[in-house]
C-alpha cells in the first residue's frame, strides 16, 4: 500500500512545507511504506509507517496547536488515520483527555481496533476516574482479544453492573446478564470469548441464572454441546419454560434436525397446559418442517390460550392454506384483516395472494379475481397484477390476461424484467413463438445482456428448434455471468439431448456441477450426457443421485431408459410402476 499526495493535504492543508510533506498514505487508510514525494529522488528509502507516525509526533510537538488544525482538517477530508494519530500525541503533550477522545472517536470509524485502543489508553491515562474512558478501553481489550488485561476491569464492571441492579431494579433499562453477554460477545476468538465467560461467571451447577448465560454464550460461539449441557443443568435447578425453549434451539442447532426439539416440547407442553412460549416454538418448527398438520393442531392451542392475539390468526391462515382448508384459511385471514389495528399489518399483499390461489385451485375464478381486486392498491402491486393475469389466462381469458400485463407500469428494472418475461410465456402459451421471440428481443433492447432475458431466449429458440439461437443466446449468458449454472446446463442438456458435440456438453454441465452442486436438474444433465456417451454406470449413479434428492418425474423417466438399457429391466418396471402412480399424467412412462 503506497502514499499519495491525498493524505498530505488532507492532514495539513496549506502547510505544504511541513515535514510530512508529500509523505502521506492513501487517503483513508494506514500507511504501511510509501514512494517517494514529488520531486525526491527515488533512491530514497520508502516511508514506513512507523516513520509516518514519529513524522507527525515531530510536527505535534514543534506546534500543537497548528497539529490540531491540520488534525481535524484530515478528518473532514476522511484521513481518519493521520487526524488520530495528531490528535492522540497532541493529547499528550498538552495533557488533555478531551483530545484523546476526539482521537478515540475519530478512530471508530477507521476499523482500526489497535489504533482505538491506542488513543483510548491514552485518553484513560489522562482521565482516570472518567468511566467512559475506562469503559472505552476495556471494549477495545475485549475486541483486540486482550481478554487477560481486560479482565480485572471485565470483572469489576460486571461486579457494579449486578450490584446497581440489585440496589435499582431496572434503572440500566437492560438486565446486567444481556450487557455480560454483549461484551463477551465482542471478542472475536469463540473460543477465548467462552472460556473467558468461564472464567468470568465459574461454572457452578447451583447457579441457574449464570448456567442460562453460559448456555447463550456458548451457543452464540458455536459451543452447541456445551450450550445444551448448561441450559439442562439450570433445567436441573429450575424446571422453566423459557429453559426449555432454549434448550429446544440448542438442540436444532447441535443435531442438524428438529427431531429431539420436537419431542422435548411436545411432552413438556402436554405436562404444563399454560406453557405458551414454548408451544409457539413448537409451531414455528413445525411450520419450517413443513408438517402443516401438527402445526394447525399446535396453533389452535396457542389462539385458544389468547384469542386476542391476532397475529397468531394469520398464522393459522398460511397453515391452513398449505392444507388447501380454503374456508377455514378465509376465516381465519379474514379475522386478521378485521381485527389487528391496519398499521400493524404484515404480509397484507400476500394473503390476498393466497387466498386468489386456493380460489384458483378451485377454478373459481371470479373468486380469486375478488381477492385481488379487494387487495389494497393492487394495481401498483406487480405480484397481484401477475396473478390477476394467471386467473384470466386459467379461465381462458387470453387478451385480458395480456392486457393486464400491458397495462401495469413497473416501479424499477426488476419489475420491467418480470414483466417482459411473463408476456414472452403468454404468448408462448397462445402458440405465438414468434411474438415471444418479439417481446423478447425489444426486451433486451430496453435490457442489454439481462441474464434472465438471455435465459429465456435461448428457451423459447430451444422449443422451435433453433439449436443457432439456443447457443447464441446461452453463450452471451455465459459470457455476461460467468457463474451461471443454469446457463452451462442449458447448454450442454441441449447438445446431450439432440446427440451432438457429446464430449463437449459433459464438459459444459460438469462445469454446471462444479458451480451449483447436487442440483438434482444438474445432475439429471449429467446422467443422461453419460447416458449418450454410453457411460451406462456413470448414468445410472449419477441419475440415482438426482432423483434421491428431488422426486421428479425426467429424471424418474431418464433412470428408467438407462436401467433398462442395462438390462435391468425389473428394477426398471419398478421404478416406471412407482413414478406412473407418482405422476399419473406423464404419458411417456
Request: aromatic content about 6%; overall charge neutral.
Amino acid at each position: 500500500m503506497n502514499f499519495s499526495s491525498n493524505r498530505s493535504a488532507a492532514l495539513l492543508g496549506l502547510a505544504i512545507t511541513v515535514a510530512l510533506s508529500g509523505c502521506a498514505s492513501t487517503q483513508g487508510k494506514k500507511p504501511e511504506s510509501a514512494q517517494p514525494p514529488p520531486g525526491q529522488s527515488s533512491a530514497k528509502k520508502p516511508v514506513t509507517q512507523g516513520e509516518y507516525k514519529a513524522q507527525i509526533q515531530s510536527m505535534v510537538a514543534k506546534d500543537p496547536m497548528f497539529a490540531l488544525l491540520a488534525a481535524e482538517l484530515a478528518a473532514q477530508r476522511g484521513d481518519n488515520y493521520s487526524a488520530v494519530i495528531a490528535y492522540t500525541e497532541a493529547a499528550k503533550a498538552l495533557k488533555r483527555a478531551d483530545l484523546a477522545k476526539r482521537a478515540v472517536e475519530l478512530s471508530l470509524n477507521d476499523n482500526d481496533p489497535e489504533l482505538s485502543l491506542s488513543a483510548a489508553q491514552t485518553w484513560y491515562t489522562l482521565a482516570p476516574t472518567d468511566p467512559q474512558a475506562k469503559r472505552s478501553v476495556l471494549l477495545l481489550q475485549l475486541s483486540t482479544n486482550r481478554v487477560d488485561e481486560a479482565m480485572p476491569a471485565l470483572k469489576d464492571y460486571v461486579a457494579d453492573l449486578r450490584k446497581l441492579e440489585e440496589q435499582h431494579p431496572g434503572i440500566s433499562g437492560v438486565t446486567p446478564d444481556k450487557v455480560t453477554l454483549e461484551l463477551l460477545l465482542r471478542i472475536p476468538d469463540k473460543d477465548k470469548a467462552y472460556n473467558t465467560g468461564l472464567k468470568l461467571l465459574g461454572d457452578d451447577p447451583t447457579n441457574d441464572n449464570n448456567q442460562n448465560l453460559l448456555s447463550q454464550l456458548a451457543y452464540s460461539t458455536d459451543h452447541y454441546p456445551q450450550a445444551v449441557a448448561h441450559i439442562e443443568q439450570a433445567i436441573k435447578v429450575k424446571p422453566a419454560e423459557n429453559y426449555y425453549v432454549l434448550l429446544a434451539q440448542y438442540l436444532e442447532k447441535r443435531d442438524g434436525n428438529s427431531n429431539a426439539a420436537i419431542a422435548l416440547l411436545t411432552a413438556q407442553t402436554a405436562q404444563h397446559p399454560k406453557w405458551f412460549a414454548a408451544r409457539l416454538y413448537l409451531a414455528r418448527t413445525y411450520t419450517q418442517a413443513a408438517d402443516w398438520p401438527n402445526a394447525k393442531t399446535v396453533f389452535d392451542q396457542l389462539i385458544q390460550m389468547q384469542p386476542d392475539n391476532y397475529a397468531l390468526y394469520s398464522s393459522q391462515g398460511f397453515v391452513l392454506s398449505k392444507l388447501h382448508e380454503r374456508r377455514g384459511a378465509e376465516k381465519y385471514f379474514q379475522t386478521y384483516l378485521k381485527k389487528m389495528p391496519a398499521d400493524q399489518i404484515q404480509n397484507e399483499p400476500l394473503i390476498y395472494l393466497t387466498l386468489s390461489g386456493l380460489a384458483l385451485d378451485d377454478k373459481d375464478y371470479k373468486g380469486a379475481l375478488r381477492w385481488i381486486d379487494k387487495a389494497p392498491d393492487a394495481a401498483e402491486n406487480i405480484d397481484l397484477q401477475l396473478r390477476k393475469s394467471l386467473i384470466l389466462e386459467q379461465s381462458g381469458k387470453m387478451p385480458q390476461a395480456m392486457k393486464v400485463l400491458d397495462d401495469y407500469q413497473p416501479q424499477d428494472d426488476d419489475e420491467g424484467v418480470r414483466i417482459i418475461l411473463a408476456r414472452s410465456q403468454l404468448a408462448e402459451k397462445q402458440k405465438q413463438p414468434k411474438t415471444s421471440e418479439t417481446i423478447l428481443d425489444k426486451g433486451l433492447s430496453t435490457y442489454p445482456d439481462q441474464p434472465d432475458l438471455l435465459y429465456e431466449r435461448s428457451m423459447v429458440a430451444e422449443r422451435q428448434d433453433d439449436l443457432v439461437a439456443v447457443e447464441k443466446y446461452l453463450r452471451r449468458l455465459i459470457a455476461v455471468k460467468p457463474d451461471s449454472a443454469n446457463g452451462y446446463n442449458a447448454l450442454g442438456y441441449t447438445f446431450a439431448d439432440h446427440g451432438i458435440r457429446l464430449d463437449e456438453a459433459l464438459e459444459l454441465i460438469q462445469k454446471a456441477n462444479s458451480l451449483s452442486p447436487n442440483d438434482p436438474f444438474i445432475l439429471d444433465s449429467l446422467g443422461w450426457v453419460y447416458f449418450k456417451l454410453g457411460r451406462n454406470a456413470e448414468a445410472e449413479e449419477t441419475l440415482k443421485k438426482a432423483l434421491s434428492i428431488r422426486s421428479d418425474q425426467e429424471i424418474g423417466t431418464h433412470l428408467v431408459q438407462v436401467l433398462l438399457k442395462s438390462g435391468k429391466k425389473a428394477e426398471a418396471q419398478q421404478l416406471a410402476d412407482k413414478l406412473k402412480t407418482q405422476f399419473p399424467a406423464k404419458q411417456s412412462l
